[in-house]
């Protein structure tokens, strides 16, 4: 089977797209399949070209057997809605033109949101004359009023009809939730949606990692980790990490770490300073290859969004890389995502954006840390039962293949 995937994102940015793109990528092209991708010059979370890449018309490059094309890219950080959404725009003028000149394929995913990415898939499934298979990882528009990038208006009203129509075109829907499929189906999506969930590479993130060199490098070594690792966002509310530490900041056991980057990022940092947390740790983006590293210098992974319904429909993916490397986690979170780890016994549930409970949480866990460890212990081993990435990409791949054949 000839496979044409199109994403915004992919390594080596570190974001949840783009590891769950080239995970379900590399485990098709490793069964033999012809694997393409057409994606852009990597820039994400900060707008700036990775060491090693050049903004040309088009490039390519194999990537773990996967054929990689690379297409000019307007550099946009992840905060301001002018200079994101000309990226994305670029992004669907240049797939547009580009796919004409790639191999022939059977079948073509994009994925959303970006959503002008993911509405690339129409176009270009109809110049290749193939099928569409739509991904969708976030409700867009909700998801942007929701954080308050985007007010409602003609623009959102608009995205929504584009929202719609994307779901009658596509010949299939791929969510990444149960809680999404009710939405889709009532806008145009009825009987397309198959849901393949986000999981985890468990070859990578094994329990067995040390992360003692990373703990001294970062200070935070001898503590009791309370960390958040992730894209730093308006989503996020990651203010109450530091009100839950300005709660702590006596208590000398225990350290926060926040690891990424993201639109709050500096003003988490300024606030860190001003309140004058020598509890808190913030240590930027960093590389895919220390991911296991940094969970296994954390004793318990902070999962946190605000208080908005839109966010009961999400899973965040770092639930799933928590549990694989057996750490226990504090959920801040409703719906779909509490079911889960209440589900895996793997956290604590607490009410999002509430610094009194996460502070109760850590403290708790730092006290008694064979609960700790009993939480995540029972946490690797329902991921290694549900949600193992390669048996995901198998339903995936099925699933493809019965979308080629129809067509």
């Avoid at 399949?33 to 070209?49: D, F, K, S, Y």
């Avoid at 608009?158 to 010949?171: H, K």
């Avoid at 397309?192 to 990578?204: E, Y």
């Avoid at 995540?376 to 549900?386: A, I, L, N, P």
């Amino acid at each position: 089977m000839r496979i044409l995937f199109l994403t915004h994102y992919f390594p080596p940015e570190v974001n949840a797209p783009a590891s769950r793109t080239f995970e379900h990528c590399r485990e098709w092209a490793a069964k033999g399949h012809e694997v393409h991708v057409l994606t852009c010059v990597p820039n994400h979370p900060a707008g700036r070209i990775y060491p090693g890449f050049r903004n040309r018309w088009l490039q390519h490059e194999e990537v773990a057997g996967i054929h990689v094309h690379r297409v000019l890219t307007l550099p946009a950080a992840n905060a301001g809605l002018v200079g994101r959404s000309a990226n994305y725009f670029l992004y669907l003028l240049m797939a547009t033109l580009v796919a004409p000149t790639l191999p022939k394929v059977d079948v073509v995913i994009s994925t959303s949101p970006q959503f002008l990415c993911g509405l690339a898939g129409y176009l270009v499934s109809g110049l290749k004359r193939v099928p569409w298979v739509l991904e969708i990882r976030d409700l867009w528009p909700e998801s942007i009023v929701t954080v308050g990038a985007m007010r409602e208006s003609w623009i959102t009203r608009v995205l929504g009809r584009l929202e719609a129509f994307a779901y009658r075109q596509a010949d299939t829907i791929v969510s990444v939730t149960d809680s999404f499929v009710p939405h889709i189906e009532a806008r145009g999506g009825a009987g397309k949606v198959t849901v393949i969930t986000n999981g985890v590479d468990l070859a990578f993130y094994a329990p067995q990692q040390d992360g003692g060199a990373l703990a001294t490098e970062f200070g935070v070594e001898g503590k009791f980790v309370a960390a958040y690792v992730g894209t730093h966002g308006m989503a996020h509310g990651l203010d109450t990490v530091l009100r839950a530490a300005e709660r702590l900041r006596d208590d000398s056991r225990i350290a926060f770490l926040l690891a990424g980057d993201g639109a709050e990022r500096e003003h988490l940092i300024q606030q860190r300073d001003h309140l004058r947390l020598g509890n808190v740790f913030i240590v930027g983006q960093q590389p895919k290859d220390r991911m296991p590293g940094i969970w296994a210098l954390t004793d318990v992974s902070l999962v946190l969004l605000r208080k908005r319904p839109t966010f009961e429909s999400v899973i965040p993916s770092k639930i799933f890389e928590a549990m694989a490397m057996a750490r226990p986690i504090i959920l801040g979170v409703r719906g779909e995502s509490q079911r889960i780890v209440e589900a895996a016994g793997a956290g604590v549930c607490i009410e999002p954006e509430n610094d009194a409970e996460l502070a109760a949480a850590v403290a708790e866990l730092a006290t008694v840390q064979s609960r700790a460890r009993s939480l995540g212990e029972s946490g690797q081993r329902y991921v290694t039962e549900h949600y193992d990435r390669r048996r995901l990409a198998a339903r995936f791949e099925q699933l493809l293949a019965r979308v080629a054949d129809r067509a």
